[in-house]
């Protein structure tokens, strides 16, 4: 045995849970943590410029790799209160991720002590554990639990509260013995797997919506070979986007009343039979829930218990790991083919491929200002397969959602469920830490990108390199958008005469001269036309500057999406699309 101060065992264990990349600033109440960061060596640091930063770059981190852990770090007080919103946005999106704070000495907790603040239970809420300890002796016991929760069932945040006296209290703690707790995974049985592959055998029109479950699964290939099999289309839900790729023939298009094409919601409301794997029922996948279930049937398979029934009854609910309940369907269901007791679907295939090609929407606009329909097919042309987009939310989103391509898991990494402005740039350097040789393409609506705009610096600072697409209203556009129903335009728009910045024409913002004095390159595109140089200028320069790389598209201010309540009342505001050069980077195309 040997002893050492709560926090090297702390350091330790991180590194033995293979937990070894931070993100996060100091304070007086977590330095003894920092110290031991630094003595020990092995854990890799990033110096955010705002805590909420910090804890959104770690969300990011977590969520670009299999397995990675992002930990977020900050001192007592508003530091924590800061990183609730990445909490939430981790634990909405069932993300594991480490939240470590100082705190004060445990005999002045309940002193109004400076920046002495109850985290743990603010937290507690948004996280699968949030605990302030309060013998030093527990660390070891409390890091290695935290992260068995972070990683069996649901996957989710956990906040660990460090009072500055336990962190620095010596104990007893053997690092060559130290083992992480199994992880703990329920999986679907036979009978179970049956069952739903009979009921799915008994309808004539399925398909199978694949959640964000089946990537923290690892379950995507599996995912490809049970639809393949089976000959049944997939609707990926906005979590699951990539799980099969956009151009696969059974990929039905996304379901839903924002981010979701035509197509997907046509083939949804003509299927009678929806197997669920690792999703949610999301309300902006359903819409009302009397259309969406209406004349279907529903199996829904979810690692959580309590989520099966939670939006509503399904006809049949299994709790079950993704991976695990697809390995058992791909087994079942190849025995039903070598017997030949597969029911033929190429009709319905075949009627799917029909939507894909024929109910899309226009995207070649040539208008200036430009029209955002024009910037995501520039998009499709200009990125390719293995680009990893990063977005939260905003009309900027749901666009990107219903026009752009994604043909890998983990390629489209959003904040779904809580969509924290400010979220994406910060994310986005997580994904860049986690994997600095990918293509990193973020996306945000002007009114996101001023939010956490600091976090620029941190790109330019540690060499963070990604190219950050700015889609600029000067309107909180989704807001605007929705404000319609109230017959009003009130403080949403952005635009302002700017004194310093003739050339921003009256939208406000200077985002270039913001962008290049937080020390990154921002080009401006202002013409349809010179969005593909721009695109190709700004993946050059993140490969020479190794910063990122903002480029500004000056879009048309007011420009309605395509959205609604119901999955048969989704409005459309814009052309459809009539033929193929109309919407030229469609996956099928018209004619
Ligand atoms: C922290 C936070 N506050 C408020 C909102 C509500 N909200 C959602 S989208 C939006 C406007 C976004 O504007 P912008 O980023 O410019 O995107 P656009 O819709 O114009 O494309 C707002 C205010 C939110 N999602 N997060
Ligand atoms: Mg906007």
């Not at 290939?221 to 696969?248: C, F, K, Q, S, Y």
């Not at 083919?337 to 226009?362: I, N, Q």
Request: glycine residues 8%; contains cysteine.
């Amino acid at each position: 045995m040997s002893r050492m101060r709560a926090v090297d065992a702390a350091v330790i264990i991180l590194e033995k849970e293979g937990a070894t990349q931070a993100f996060g600033l100091p304070g007086a109440a977590i330095n003894p943590f920092y110290a031991a960061m630094r003595r020990h060596g092995g854990i890799g640091h990033v110096l955010a410029r705002h805590v909420e930063g910090a804890s959104h770059m770690a969300d990011g981190y977590s969520r670009a790799k299999p397995g990675n852990i992002g930990i977020c770090i900050g001192t007592s007080g508003p530091a924590g209160t800061d990183m609730i919103t990445g909490l939430y946005a981790a634990w909405a999106d069932s993300v594991p991720m480490l939240c470590l704070t100082g705190q004060a000495p445990v005999a002045k907790l309940d002193k109004e002590d400076f920046q002495a603040v109850d985290i743990a239970s603010i937290a507690a809420p948004v996280t699968k554990m949030a605990k302030t300890v309060l013998e030093a002796a527990q660390v070891p016991g409390v890091f290695q639990q935290a992260f068995q929760l972070m990683r069996s069932g649901r996957p989710g945040p956990v906040l660990i509260d460090l009072p500055i006296d336990v962190q620095m209290a010596e104990i007893e703690f053997d690092p060559d013995t130290y083992t992480p707790l199994p992880v703990i995974k329920p999986a679907a049985t036979r009978e179970q797997v049956t069952k739903a592959l009979d009921m799915l055998a008994a309808s004539q029109r399925p398909v199978i919506v694949a959640g964000g479950g089946i990537v923290n699964a690892g379950g995507e290939d599996l995912l490809i070979e049970l639809a393949e099999t089976l000959d049944v289309p997939v609707v990926p839900t906005l979590m699951g986007w990539g799980i099969i790729p956009d151009d696969h023939r059974l990929t039905a298009g996304m379901v839903g009343i924002q981010t979701s094409q035509r197509y997907g919601n046509a083939t949804f409301l003509e299927s009678d039979f929806v197997l669920g794997v690792g999703n949610r029922w999301a309300n902006r996948h359903t819409g009302g829930l009397d259309t969406y279930r209406r004349g279907r049937t529903f199996v829904h398979v979810d690692i959580e218990p309590t989520q099966i029934g939670r939006v509503f009854a399904p006809d049949f609910g299994i709790v079950s790991d993704a991976r695990a309940f697809l390995e058992l369907a791909v087994e079942v269901a190849k025995e039903r083919r070598a017997t030949g007791e597969l029911a033929d679907r190429t009709a319905w295939v075949d009627s799917v491929a029909h939507r894909k090609a024929t109910l899309l929407r226009k995207t070649h606009f040539t208008e200036v200002p430009i029209k955002p329909q024009r910037v995501y097919e520039e998009m499709n042309k200009a990125f390719g397969r293995d680009t990893v987009y990063v977005t939260t939310i905003g009309l900027s989103q749901i666009a990107g959602a219903q026009f752009l391509h994604v043909y890998r898991p983990r390629h489209w990494i959003n904040a779904g469920q809580a969509g924290p402005l400010g979220w994406t740039g910060p994310a986005a350097l997580g994904v860049a830490a986690a994997r600095p040789a990918a293509d990193v393409v973020a996306l945000s609506g002007d009114y996101d990108f001023q939010f956490m705009l600091e976090e620029l610096a941190v790109g330019a600072q540690h060499h963070l390199p990604y190219v950050h697409v700015v889609v600029n209203n000067a309107y909180l556009g989704l807001i605007r958008q929705s404000q319609r129903a109230y017959e009003m335009d009130f403080h949403v728009s952005l635009a302002f005469e700017n004194i310093n910045s003739a050339e921003t024409d009256g939208y406000g913002v200077d985002h270039v001269k913001a962008a290049e004095a937080l020390g990154c390159k921002a080009i401006r595109v202002k013409d349809p036309e010179d969005l593909p140089a721009a695109f190709a200028r700004a993946q050059a320069m993140t490969q020479e500057f190794q910063v990122p790389v903002v480029v500004e598209v000056i879009l048309e201010r007011v420009t309605n999406i395509a959205m609604g309540v119901e999955l048969d009342g989704v409005s459309e505001f814009e052309d459809l699309a009539i033929s193929a050069t109309d919407s030229p980077t469609a996956l099928a195309l018209l004619d």
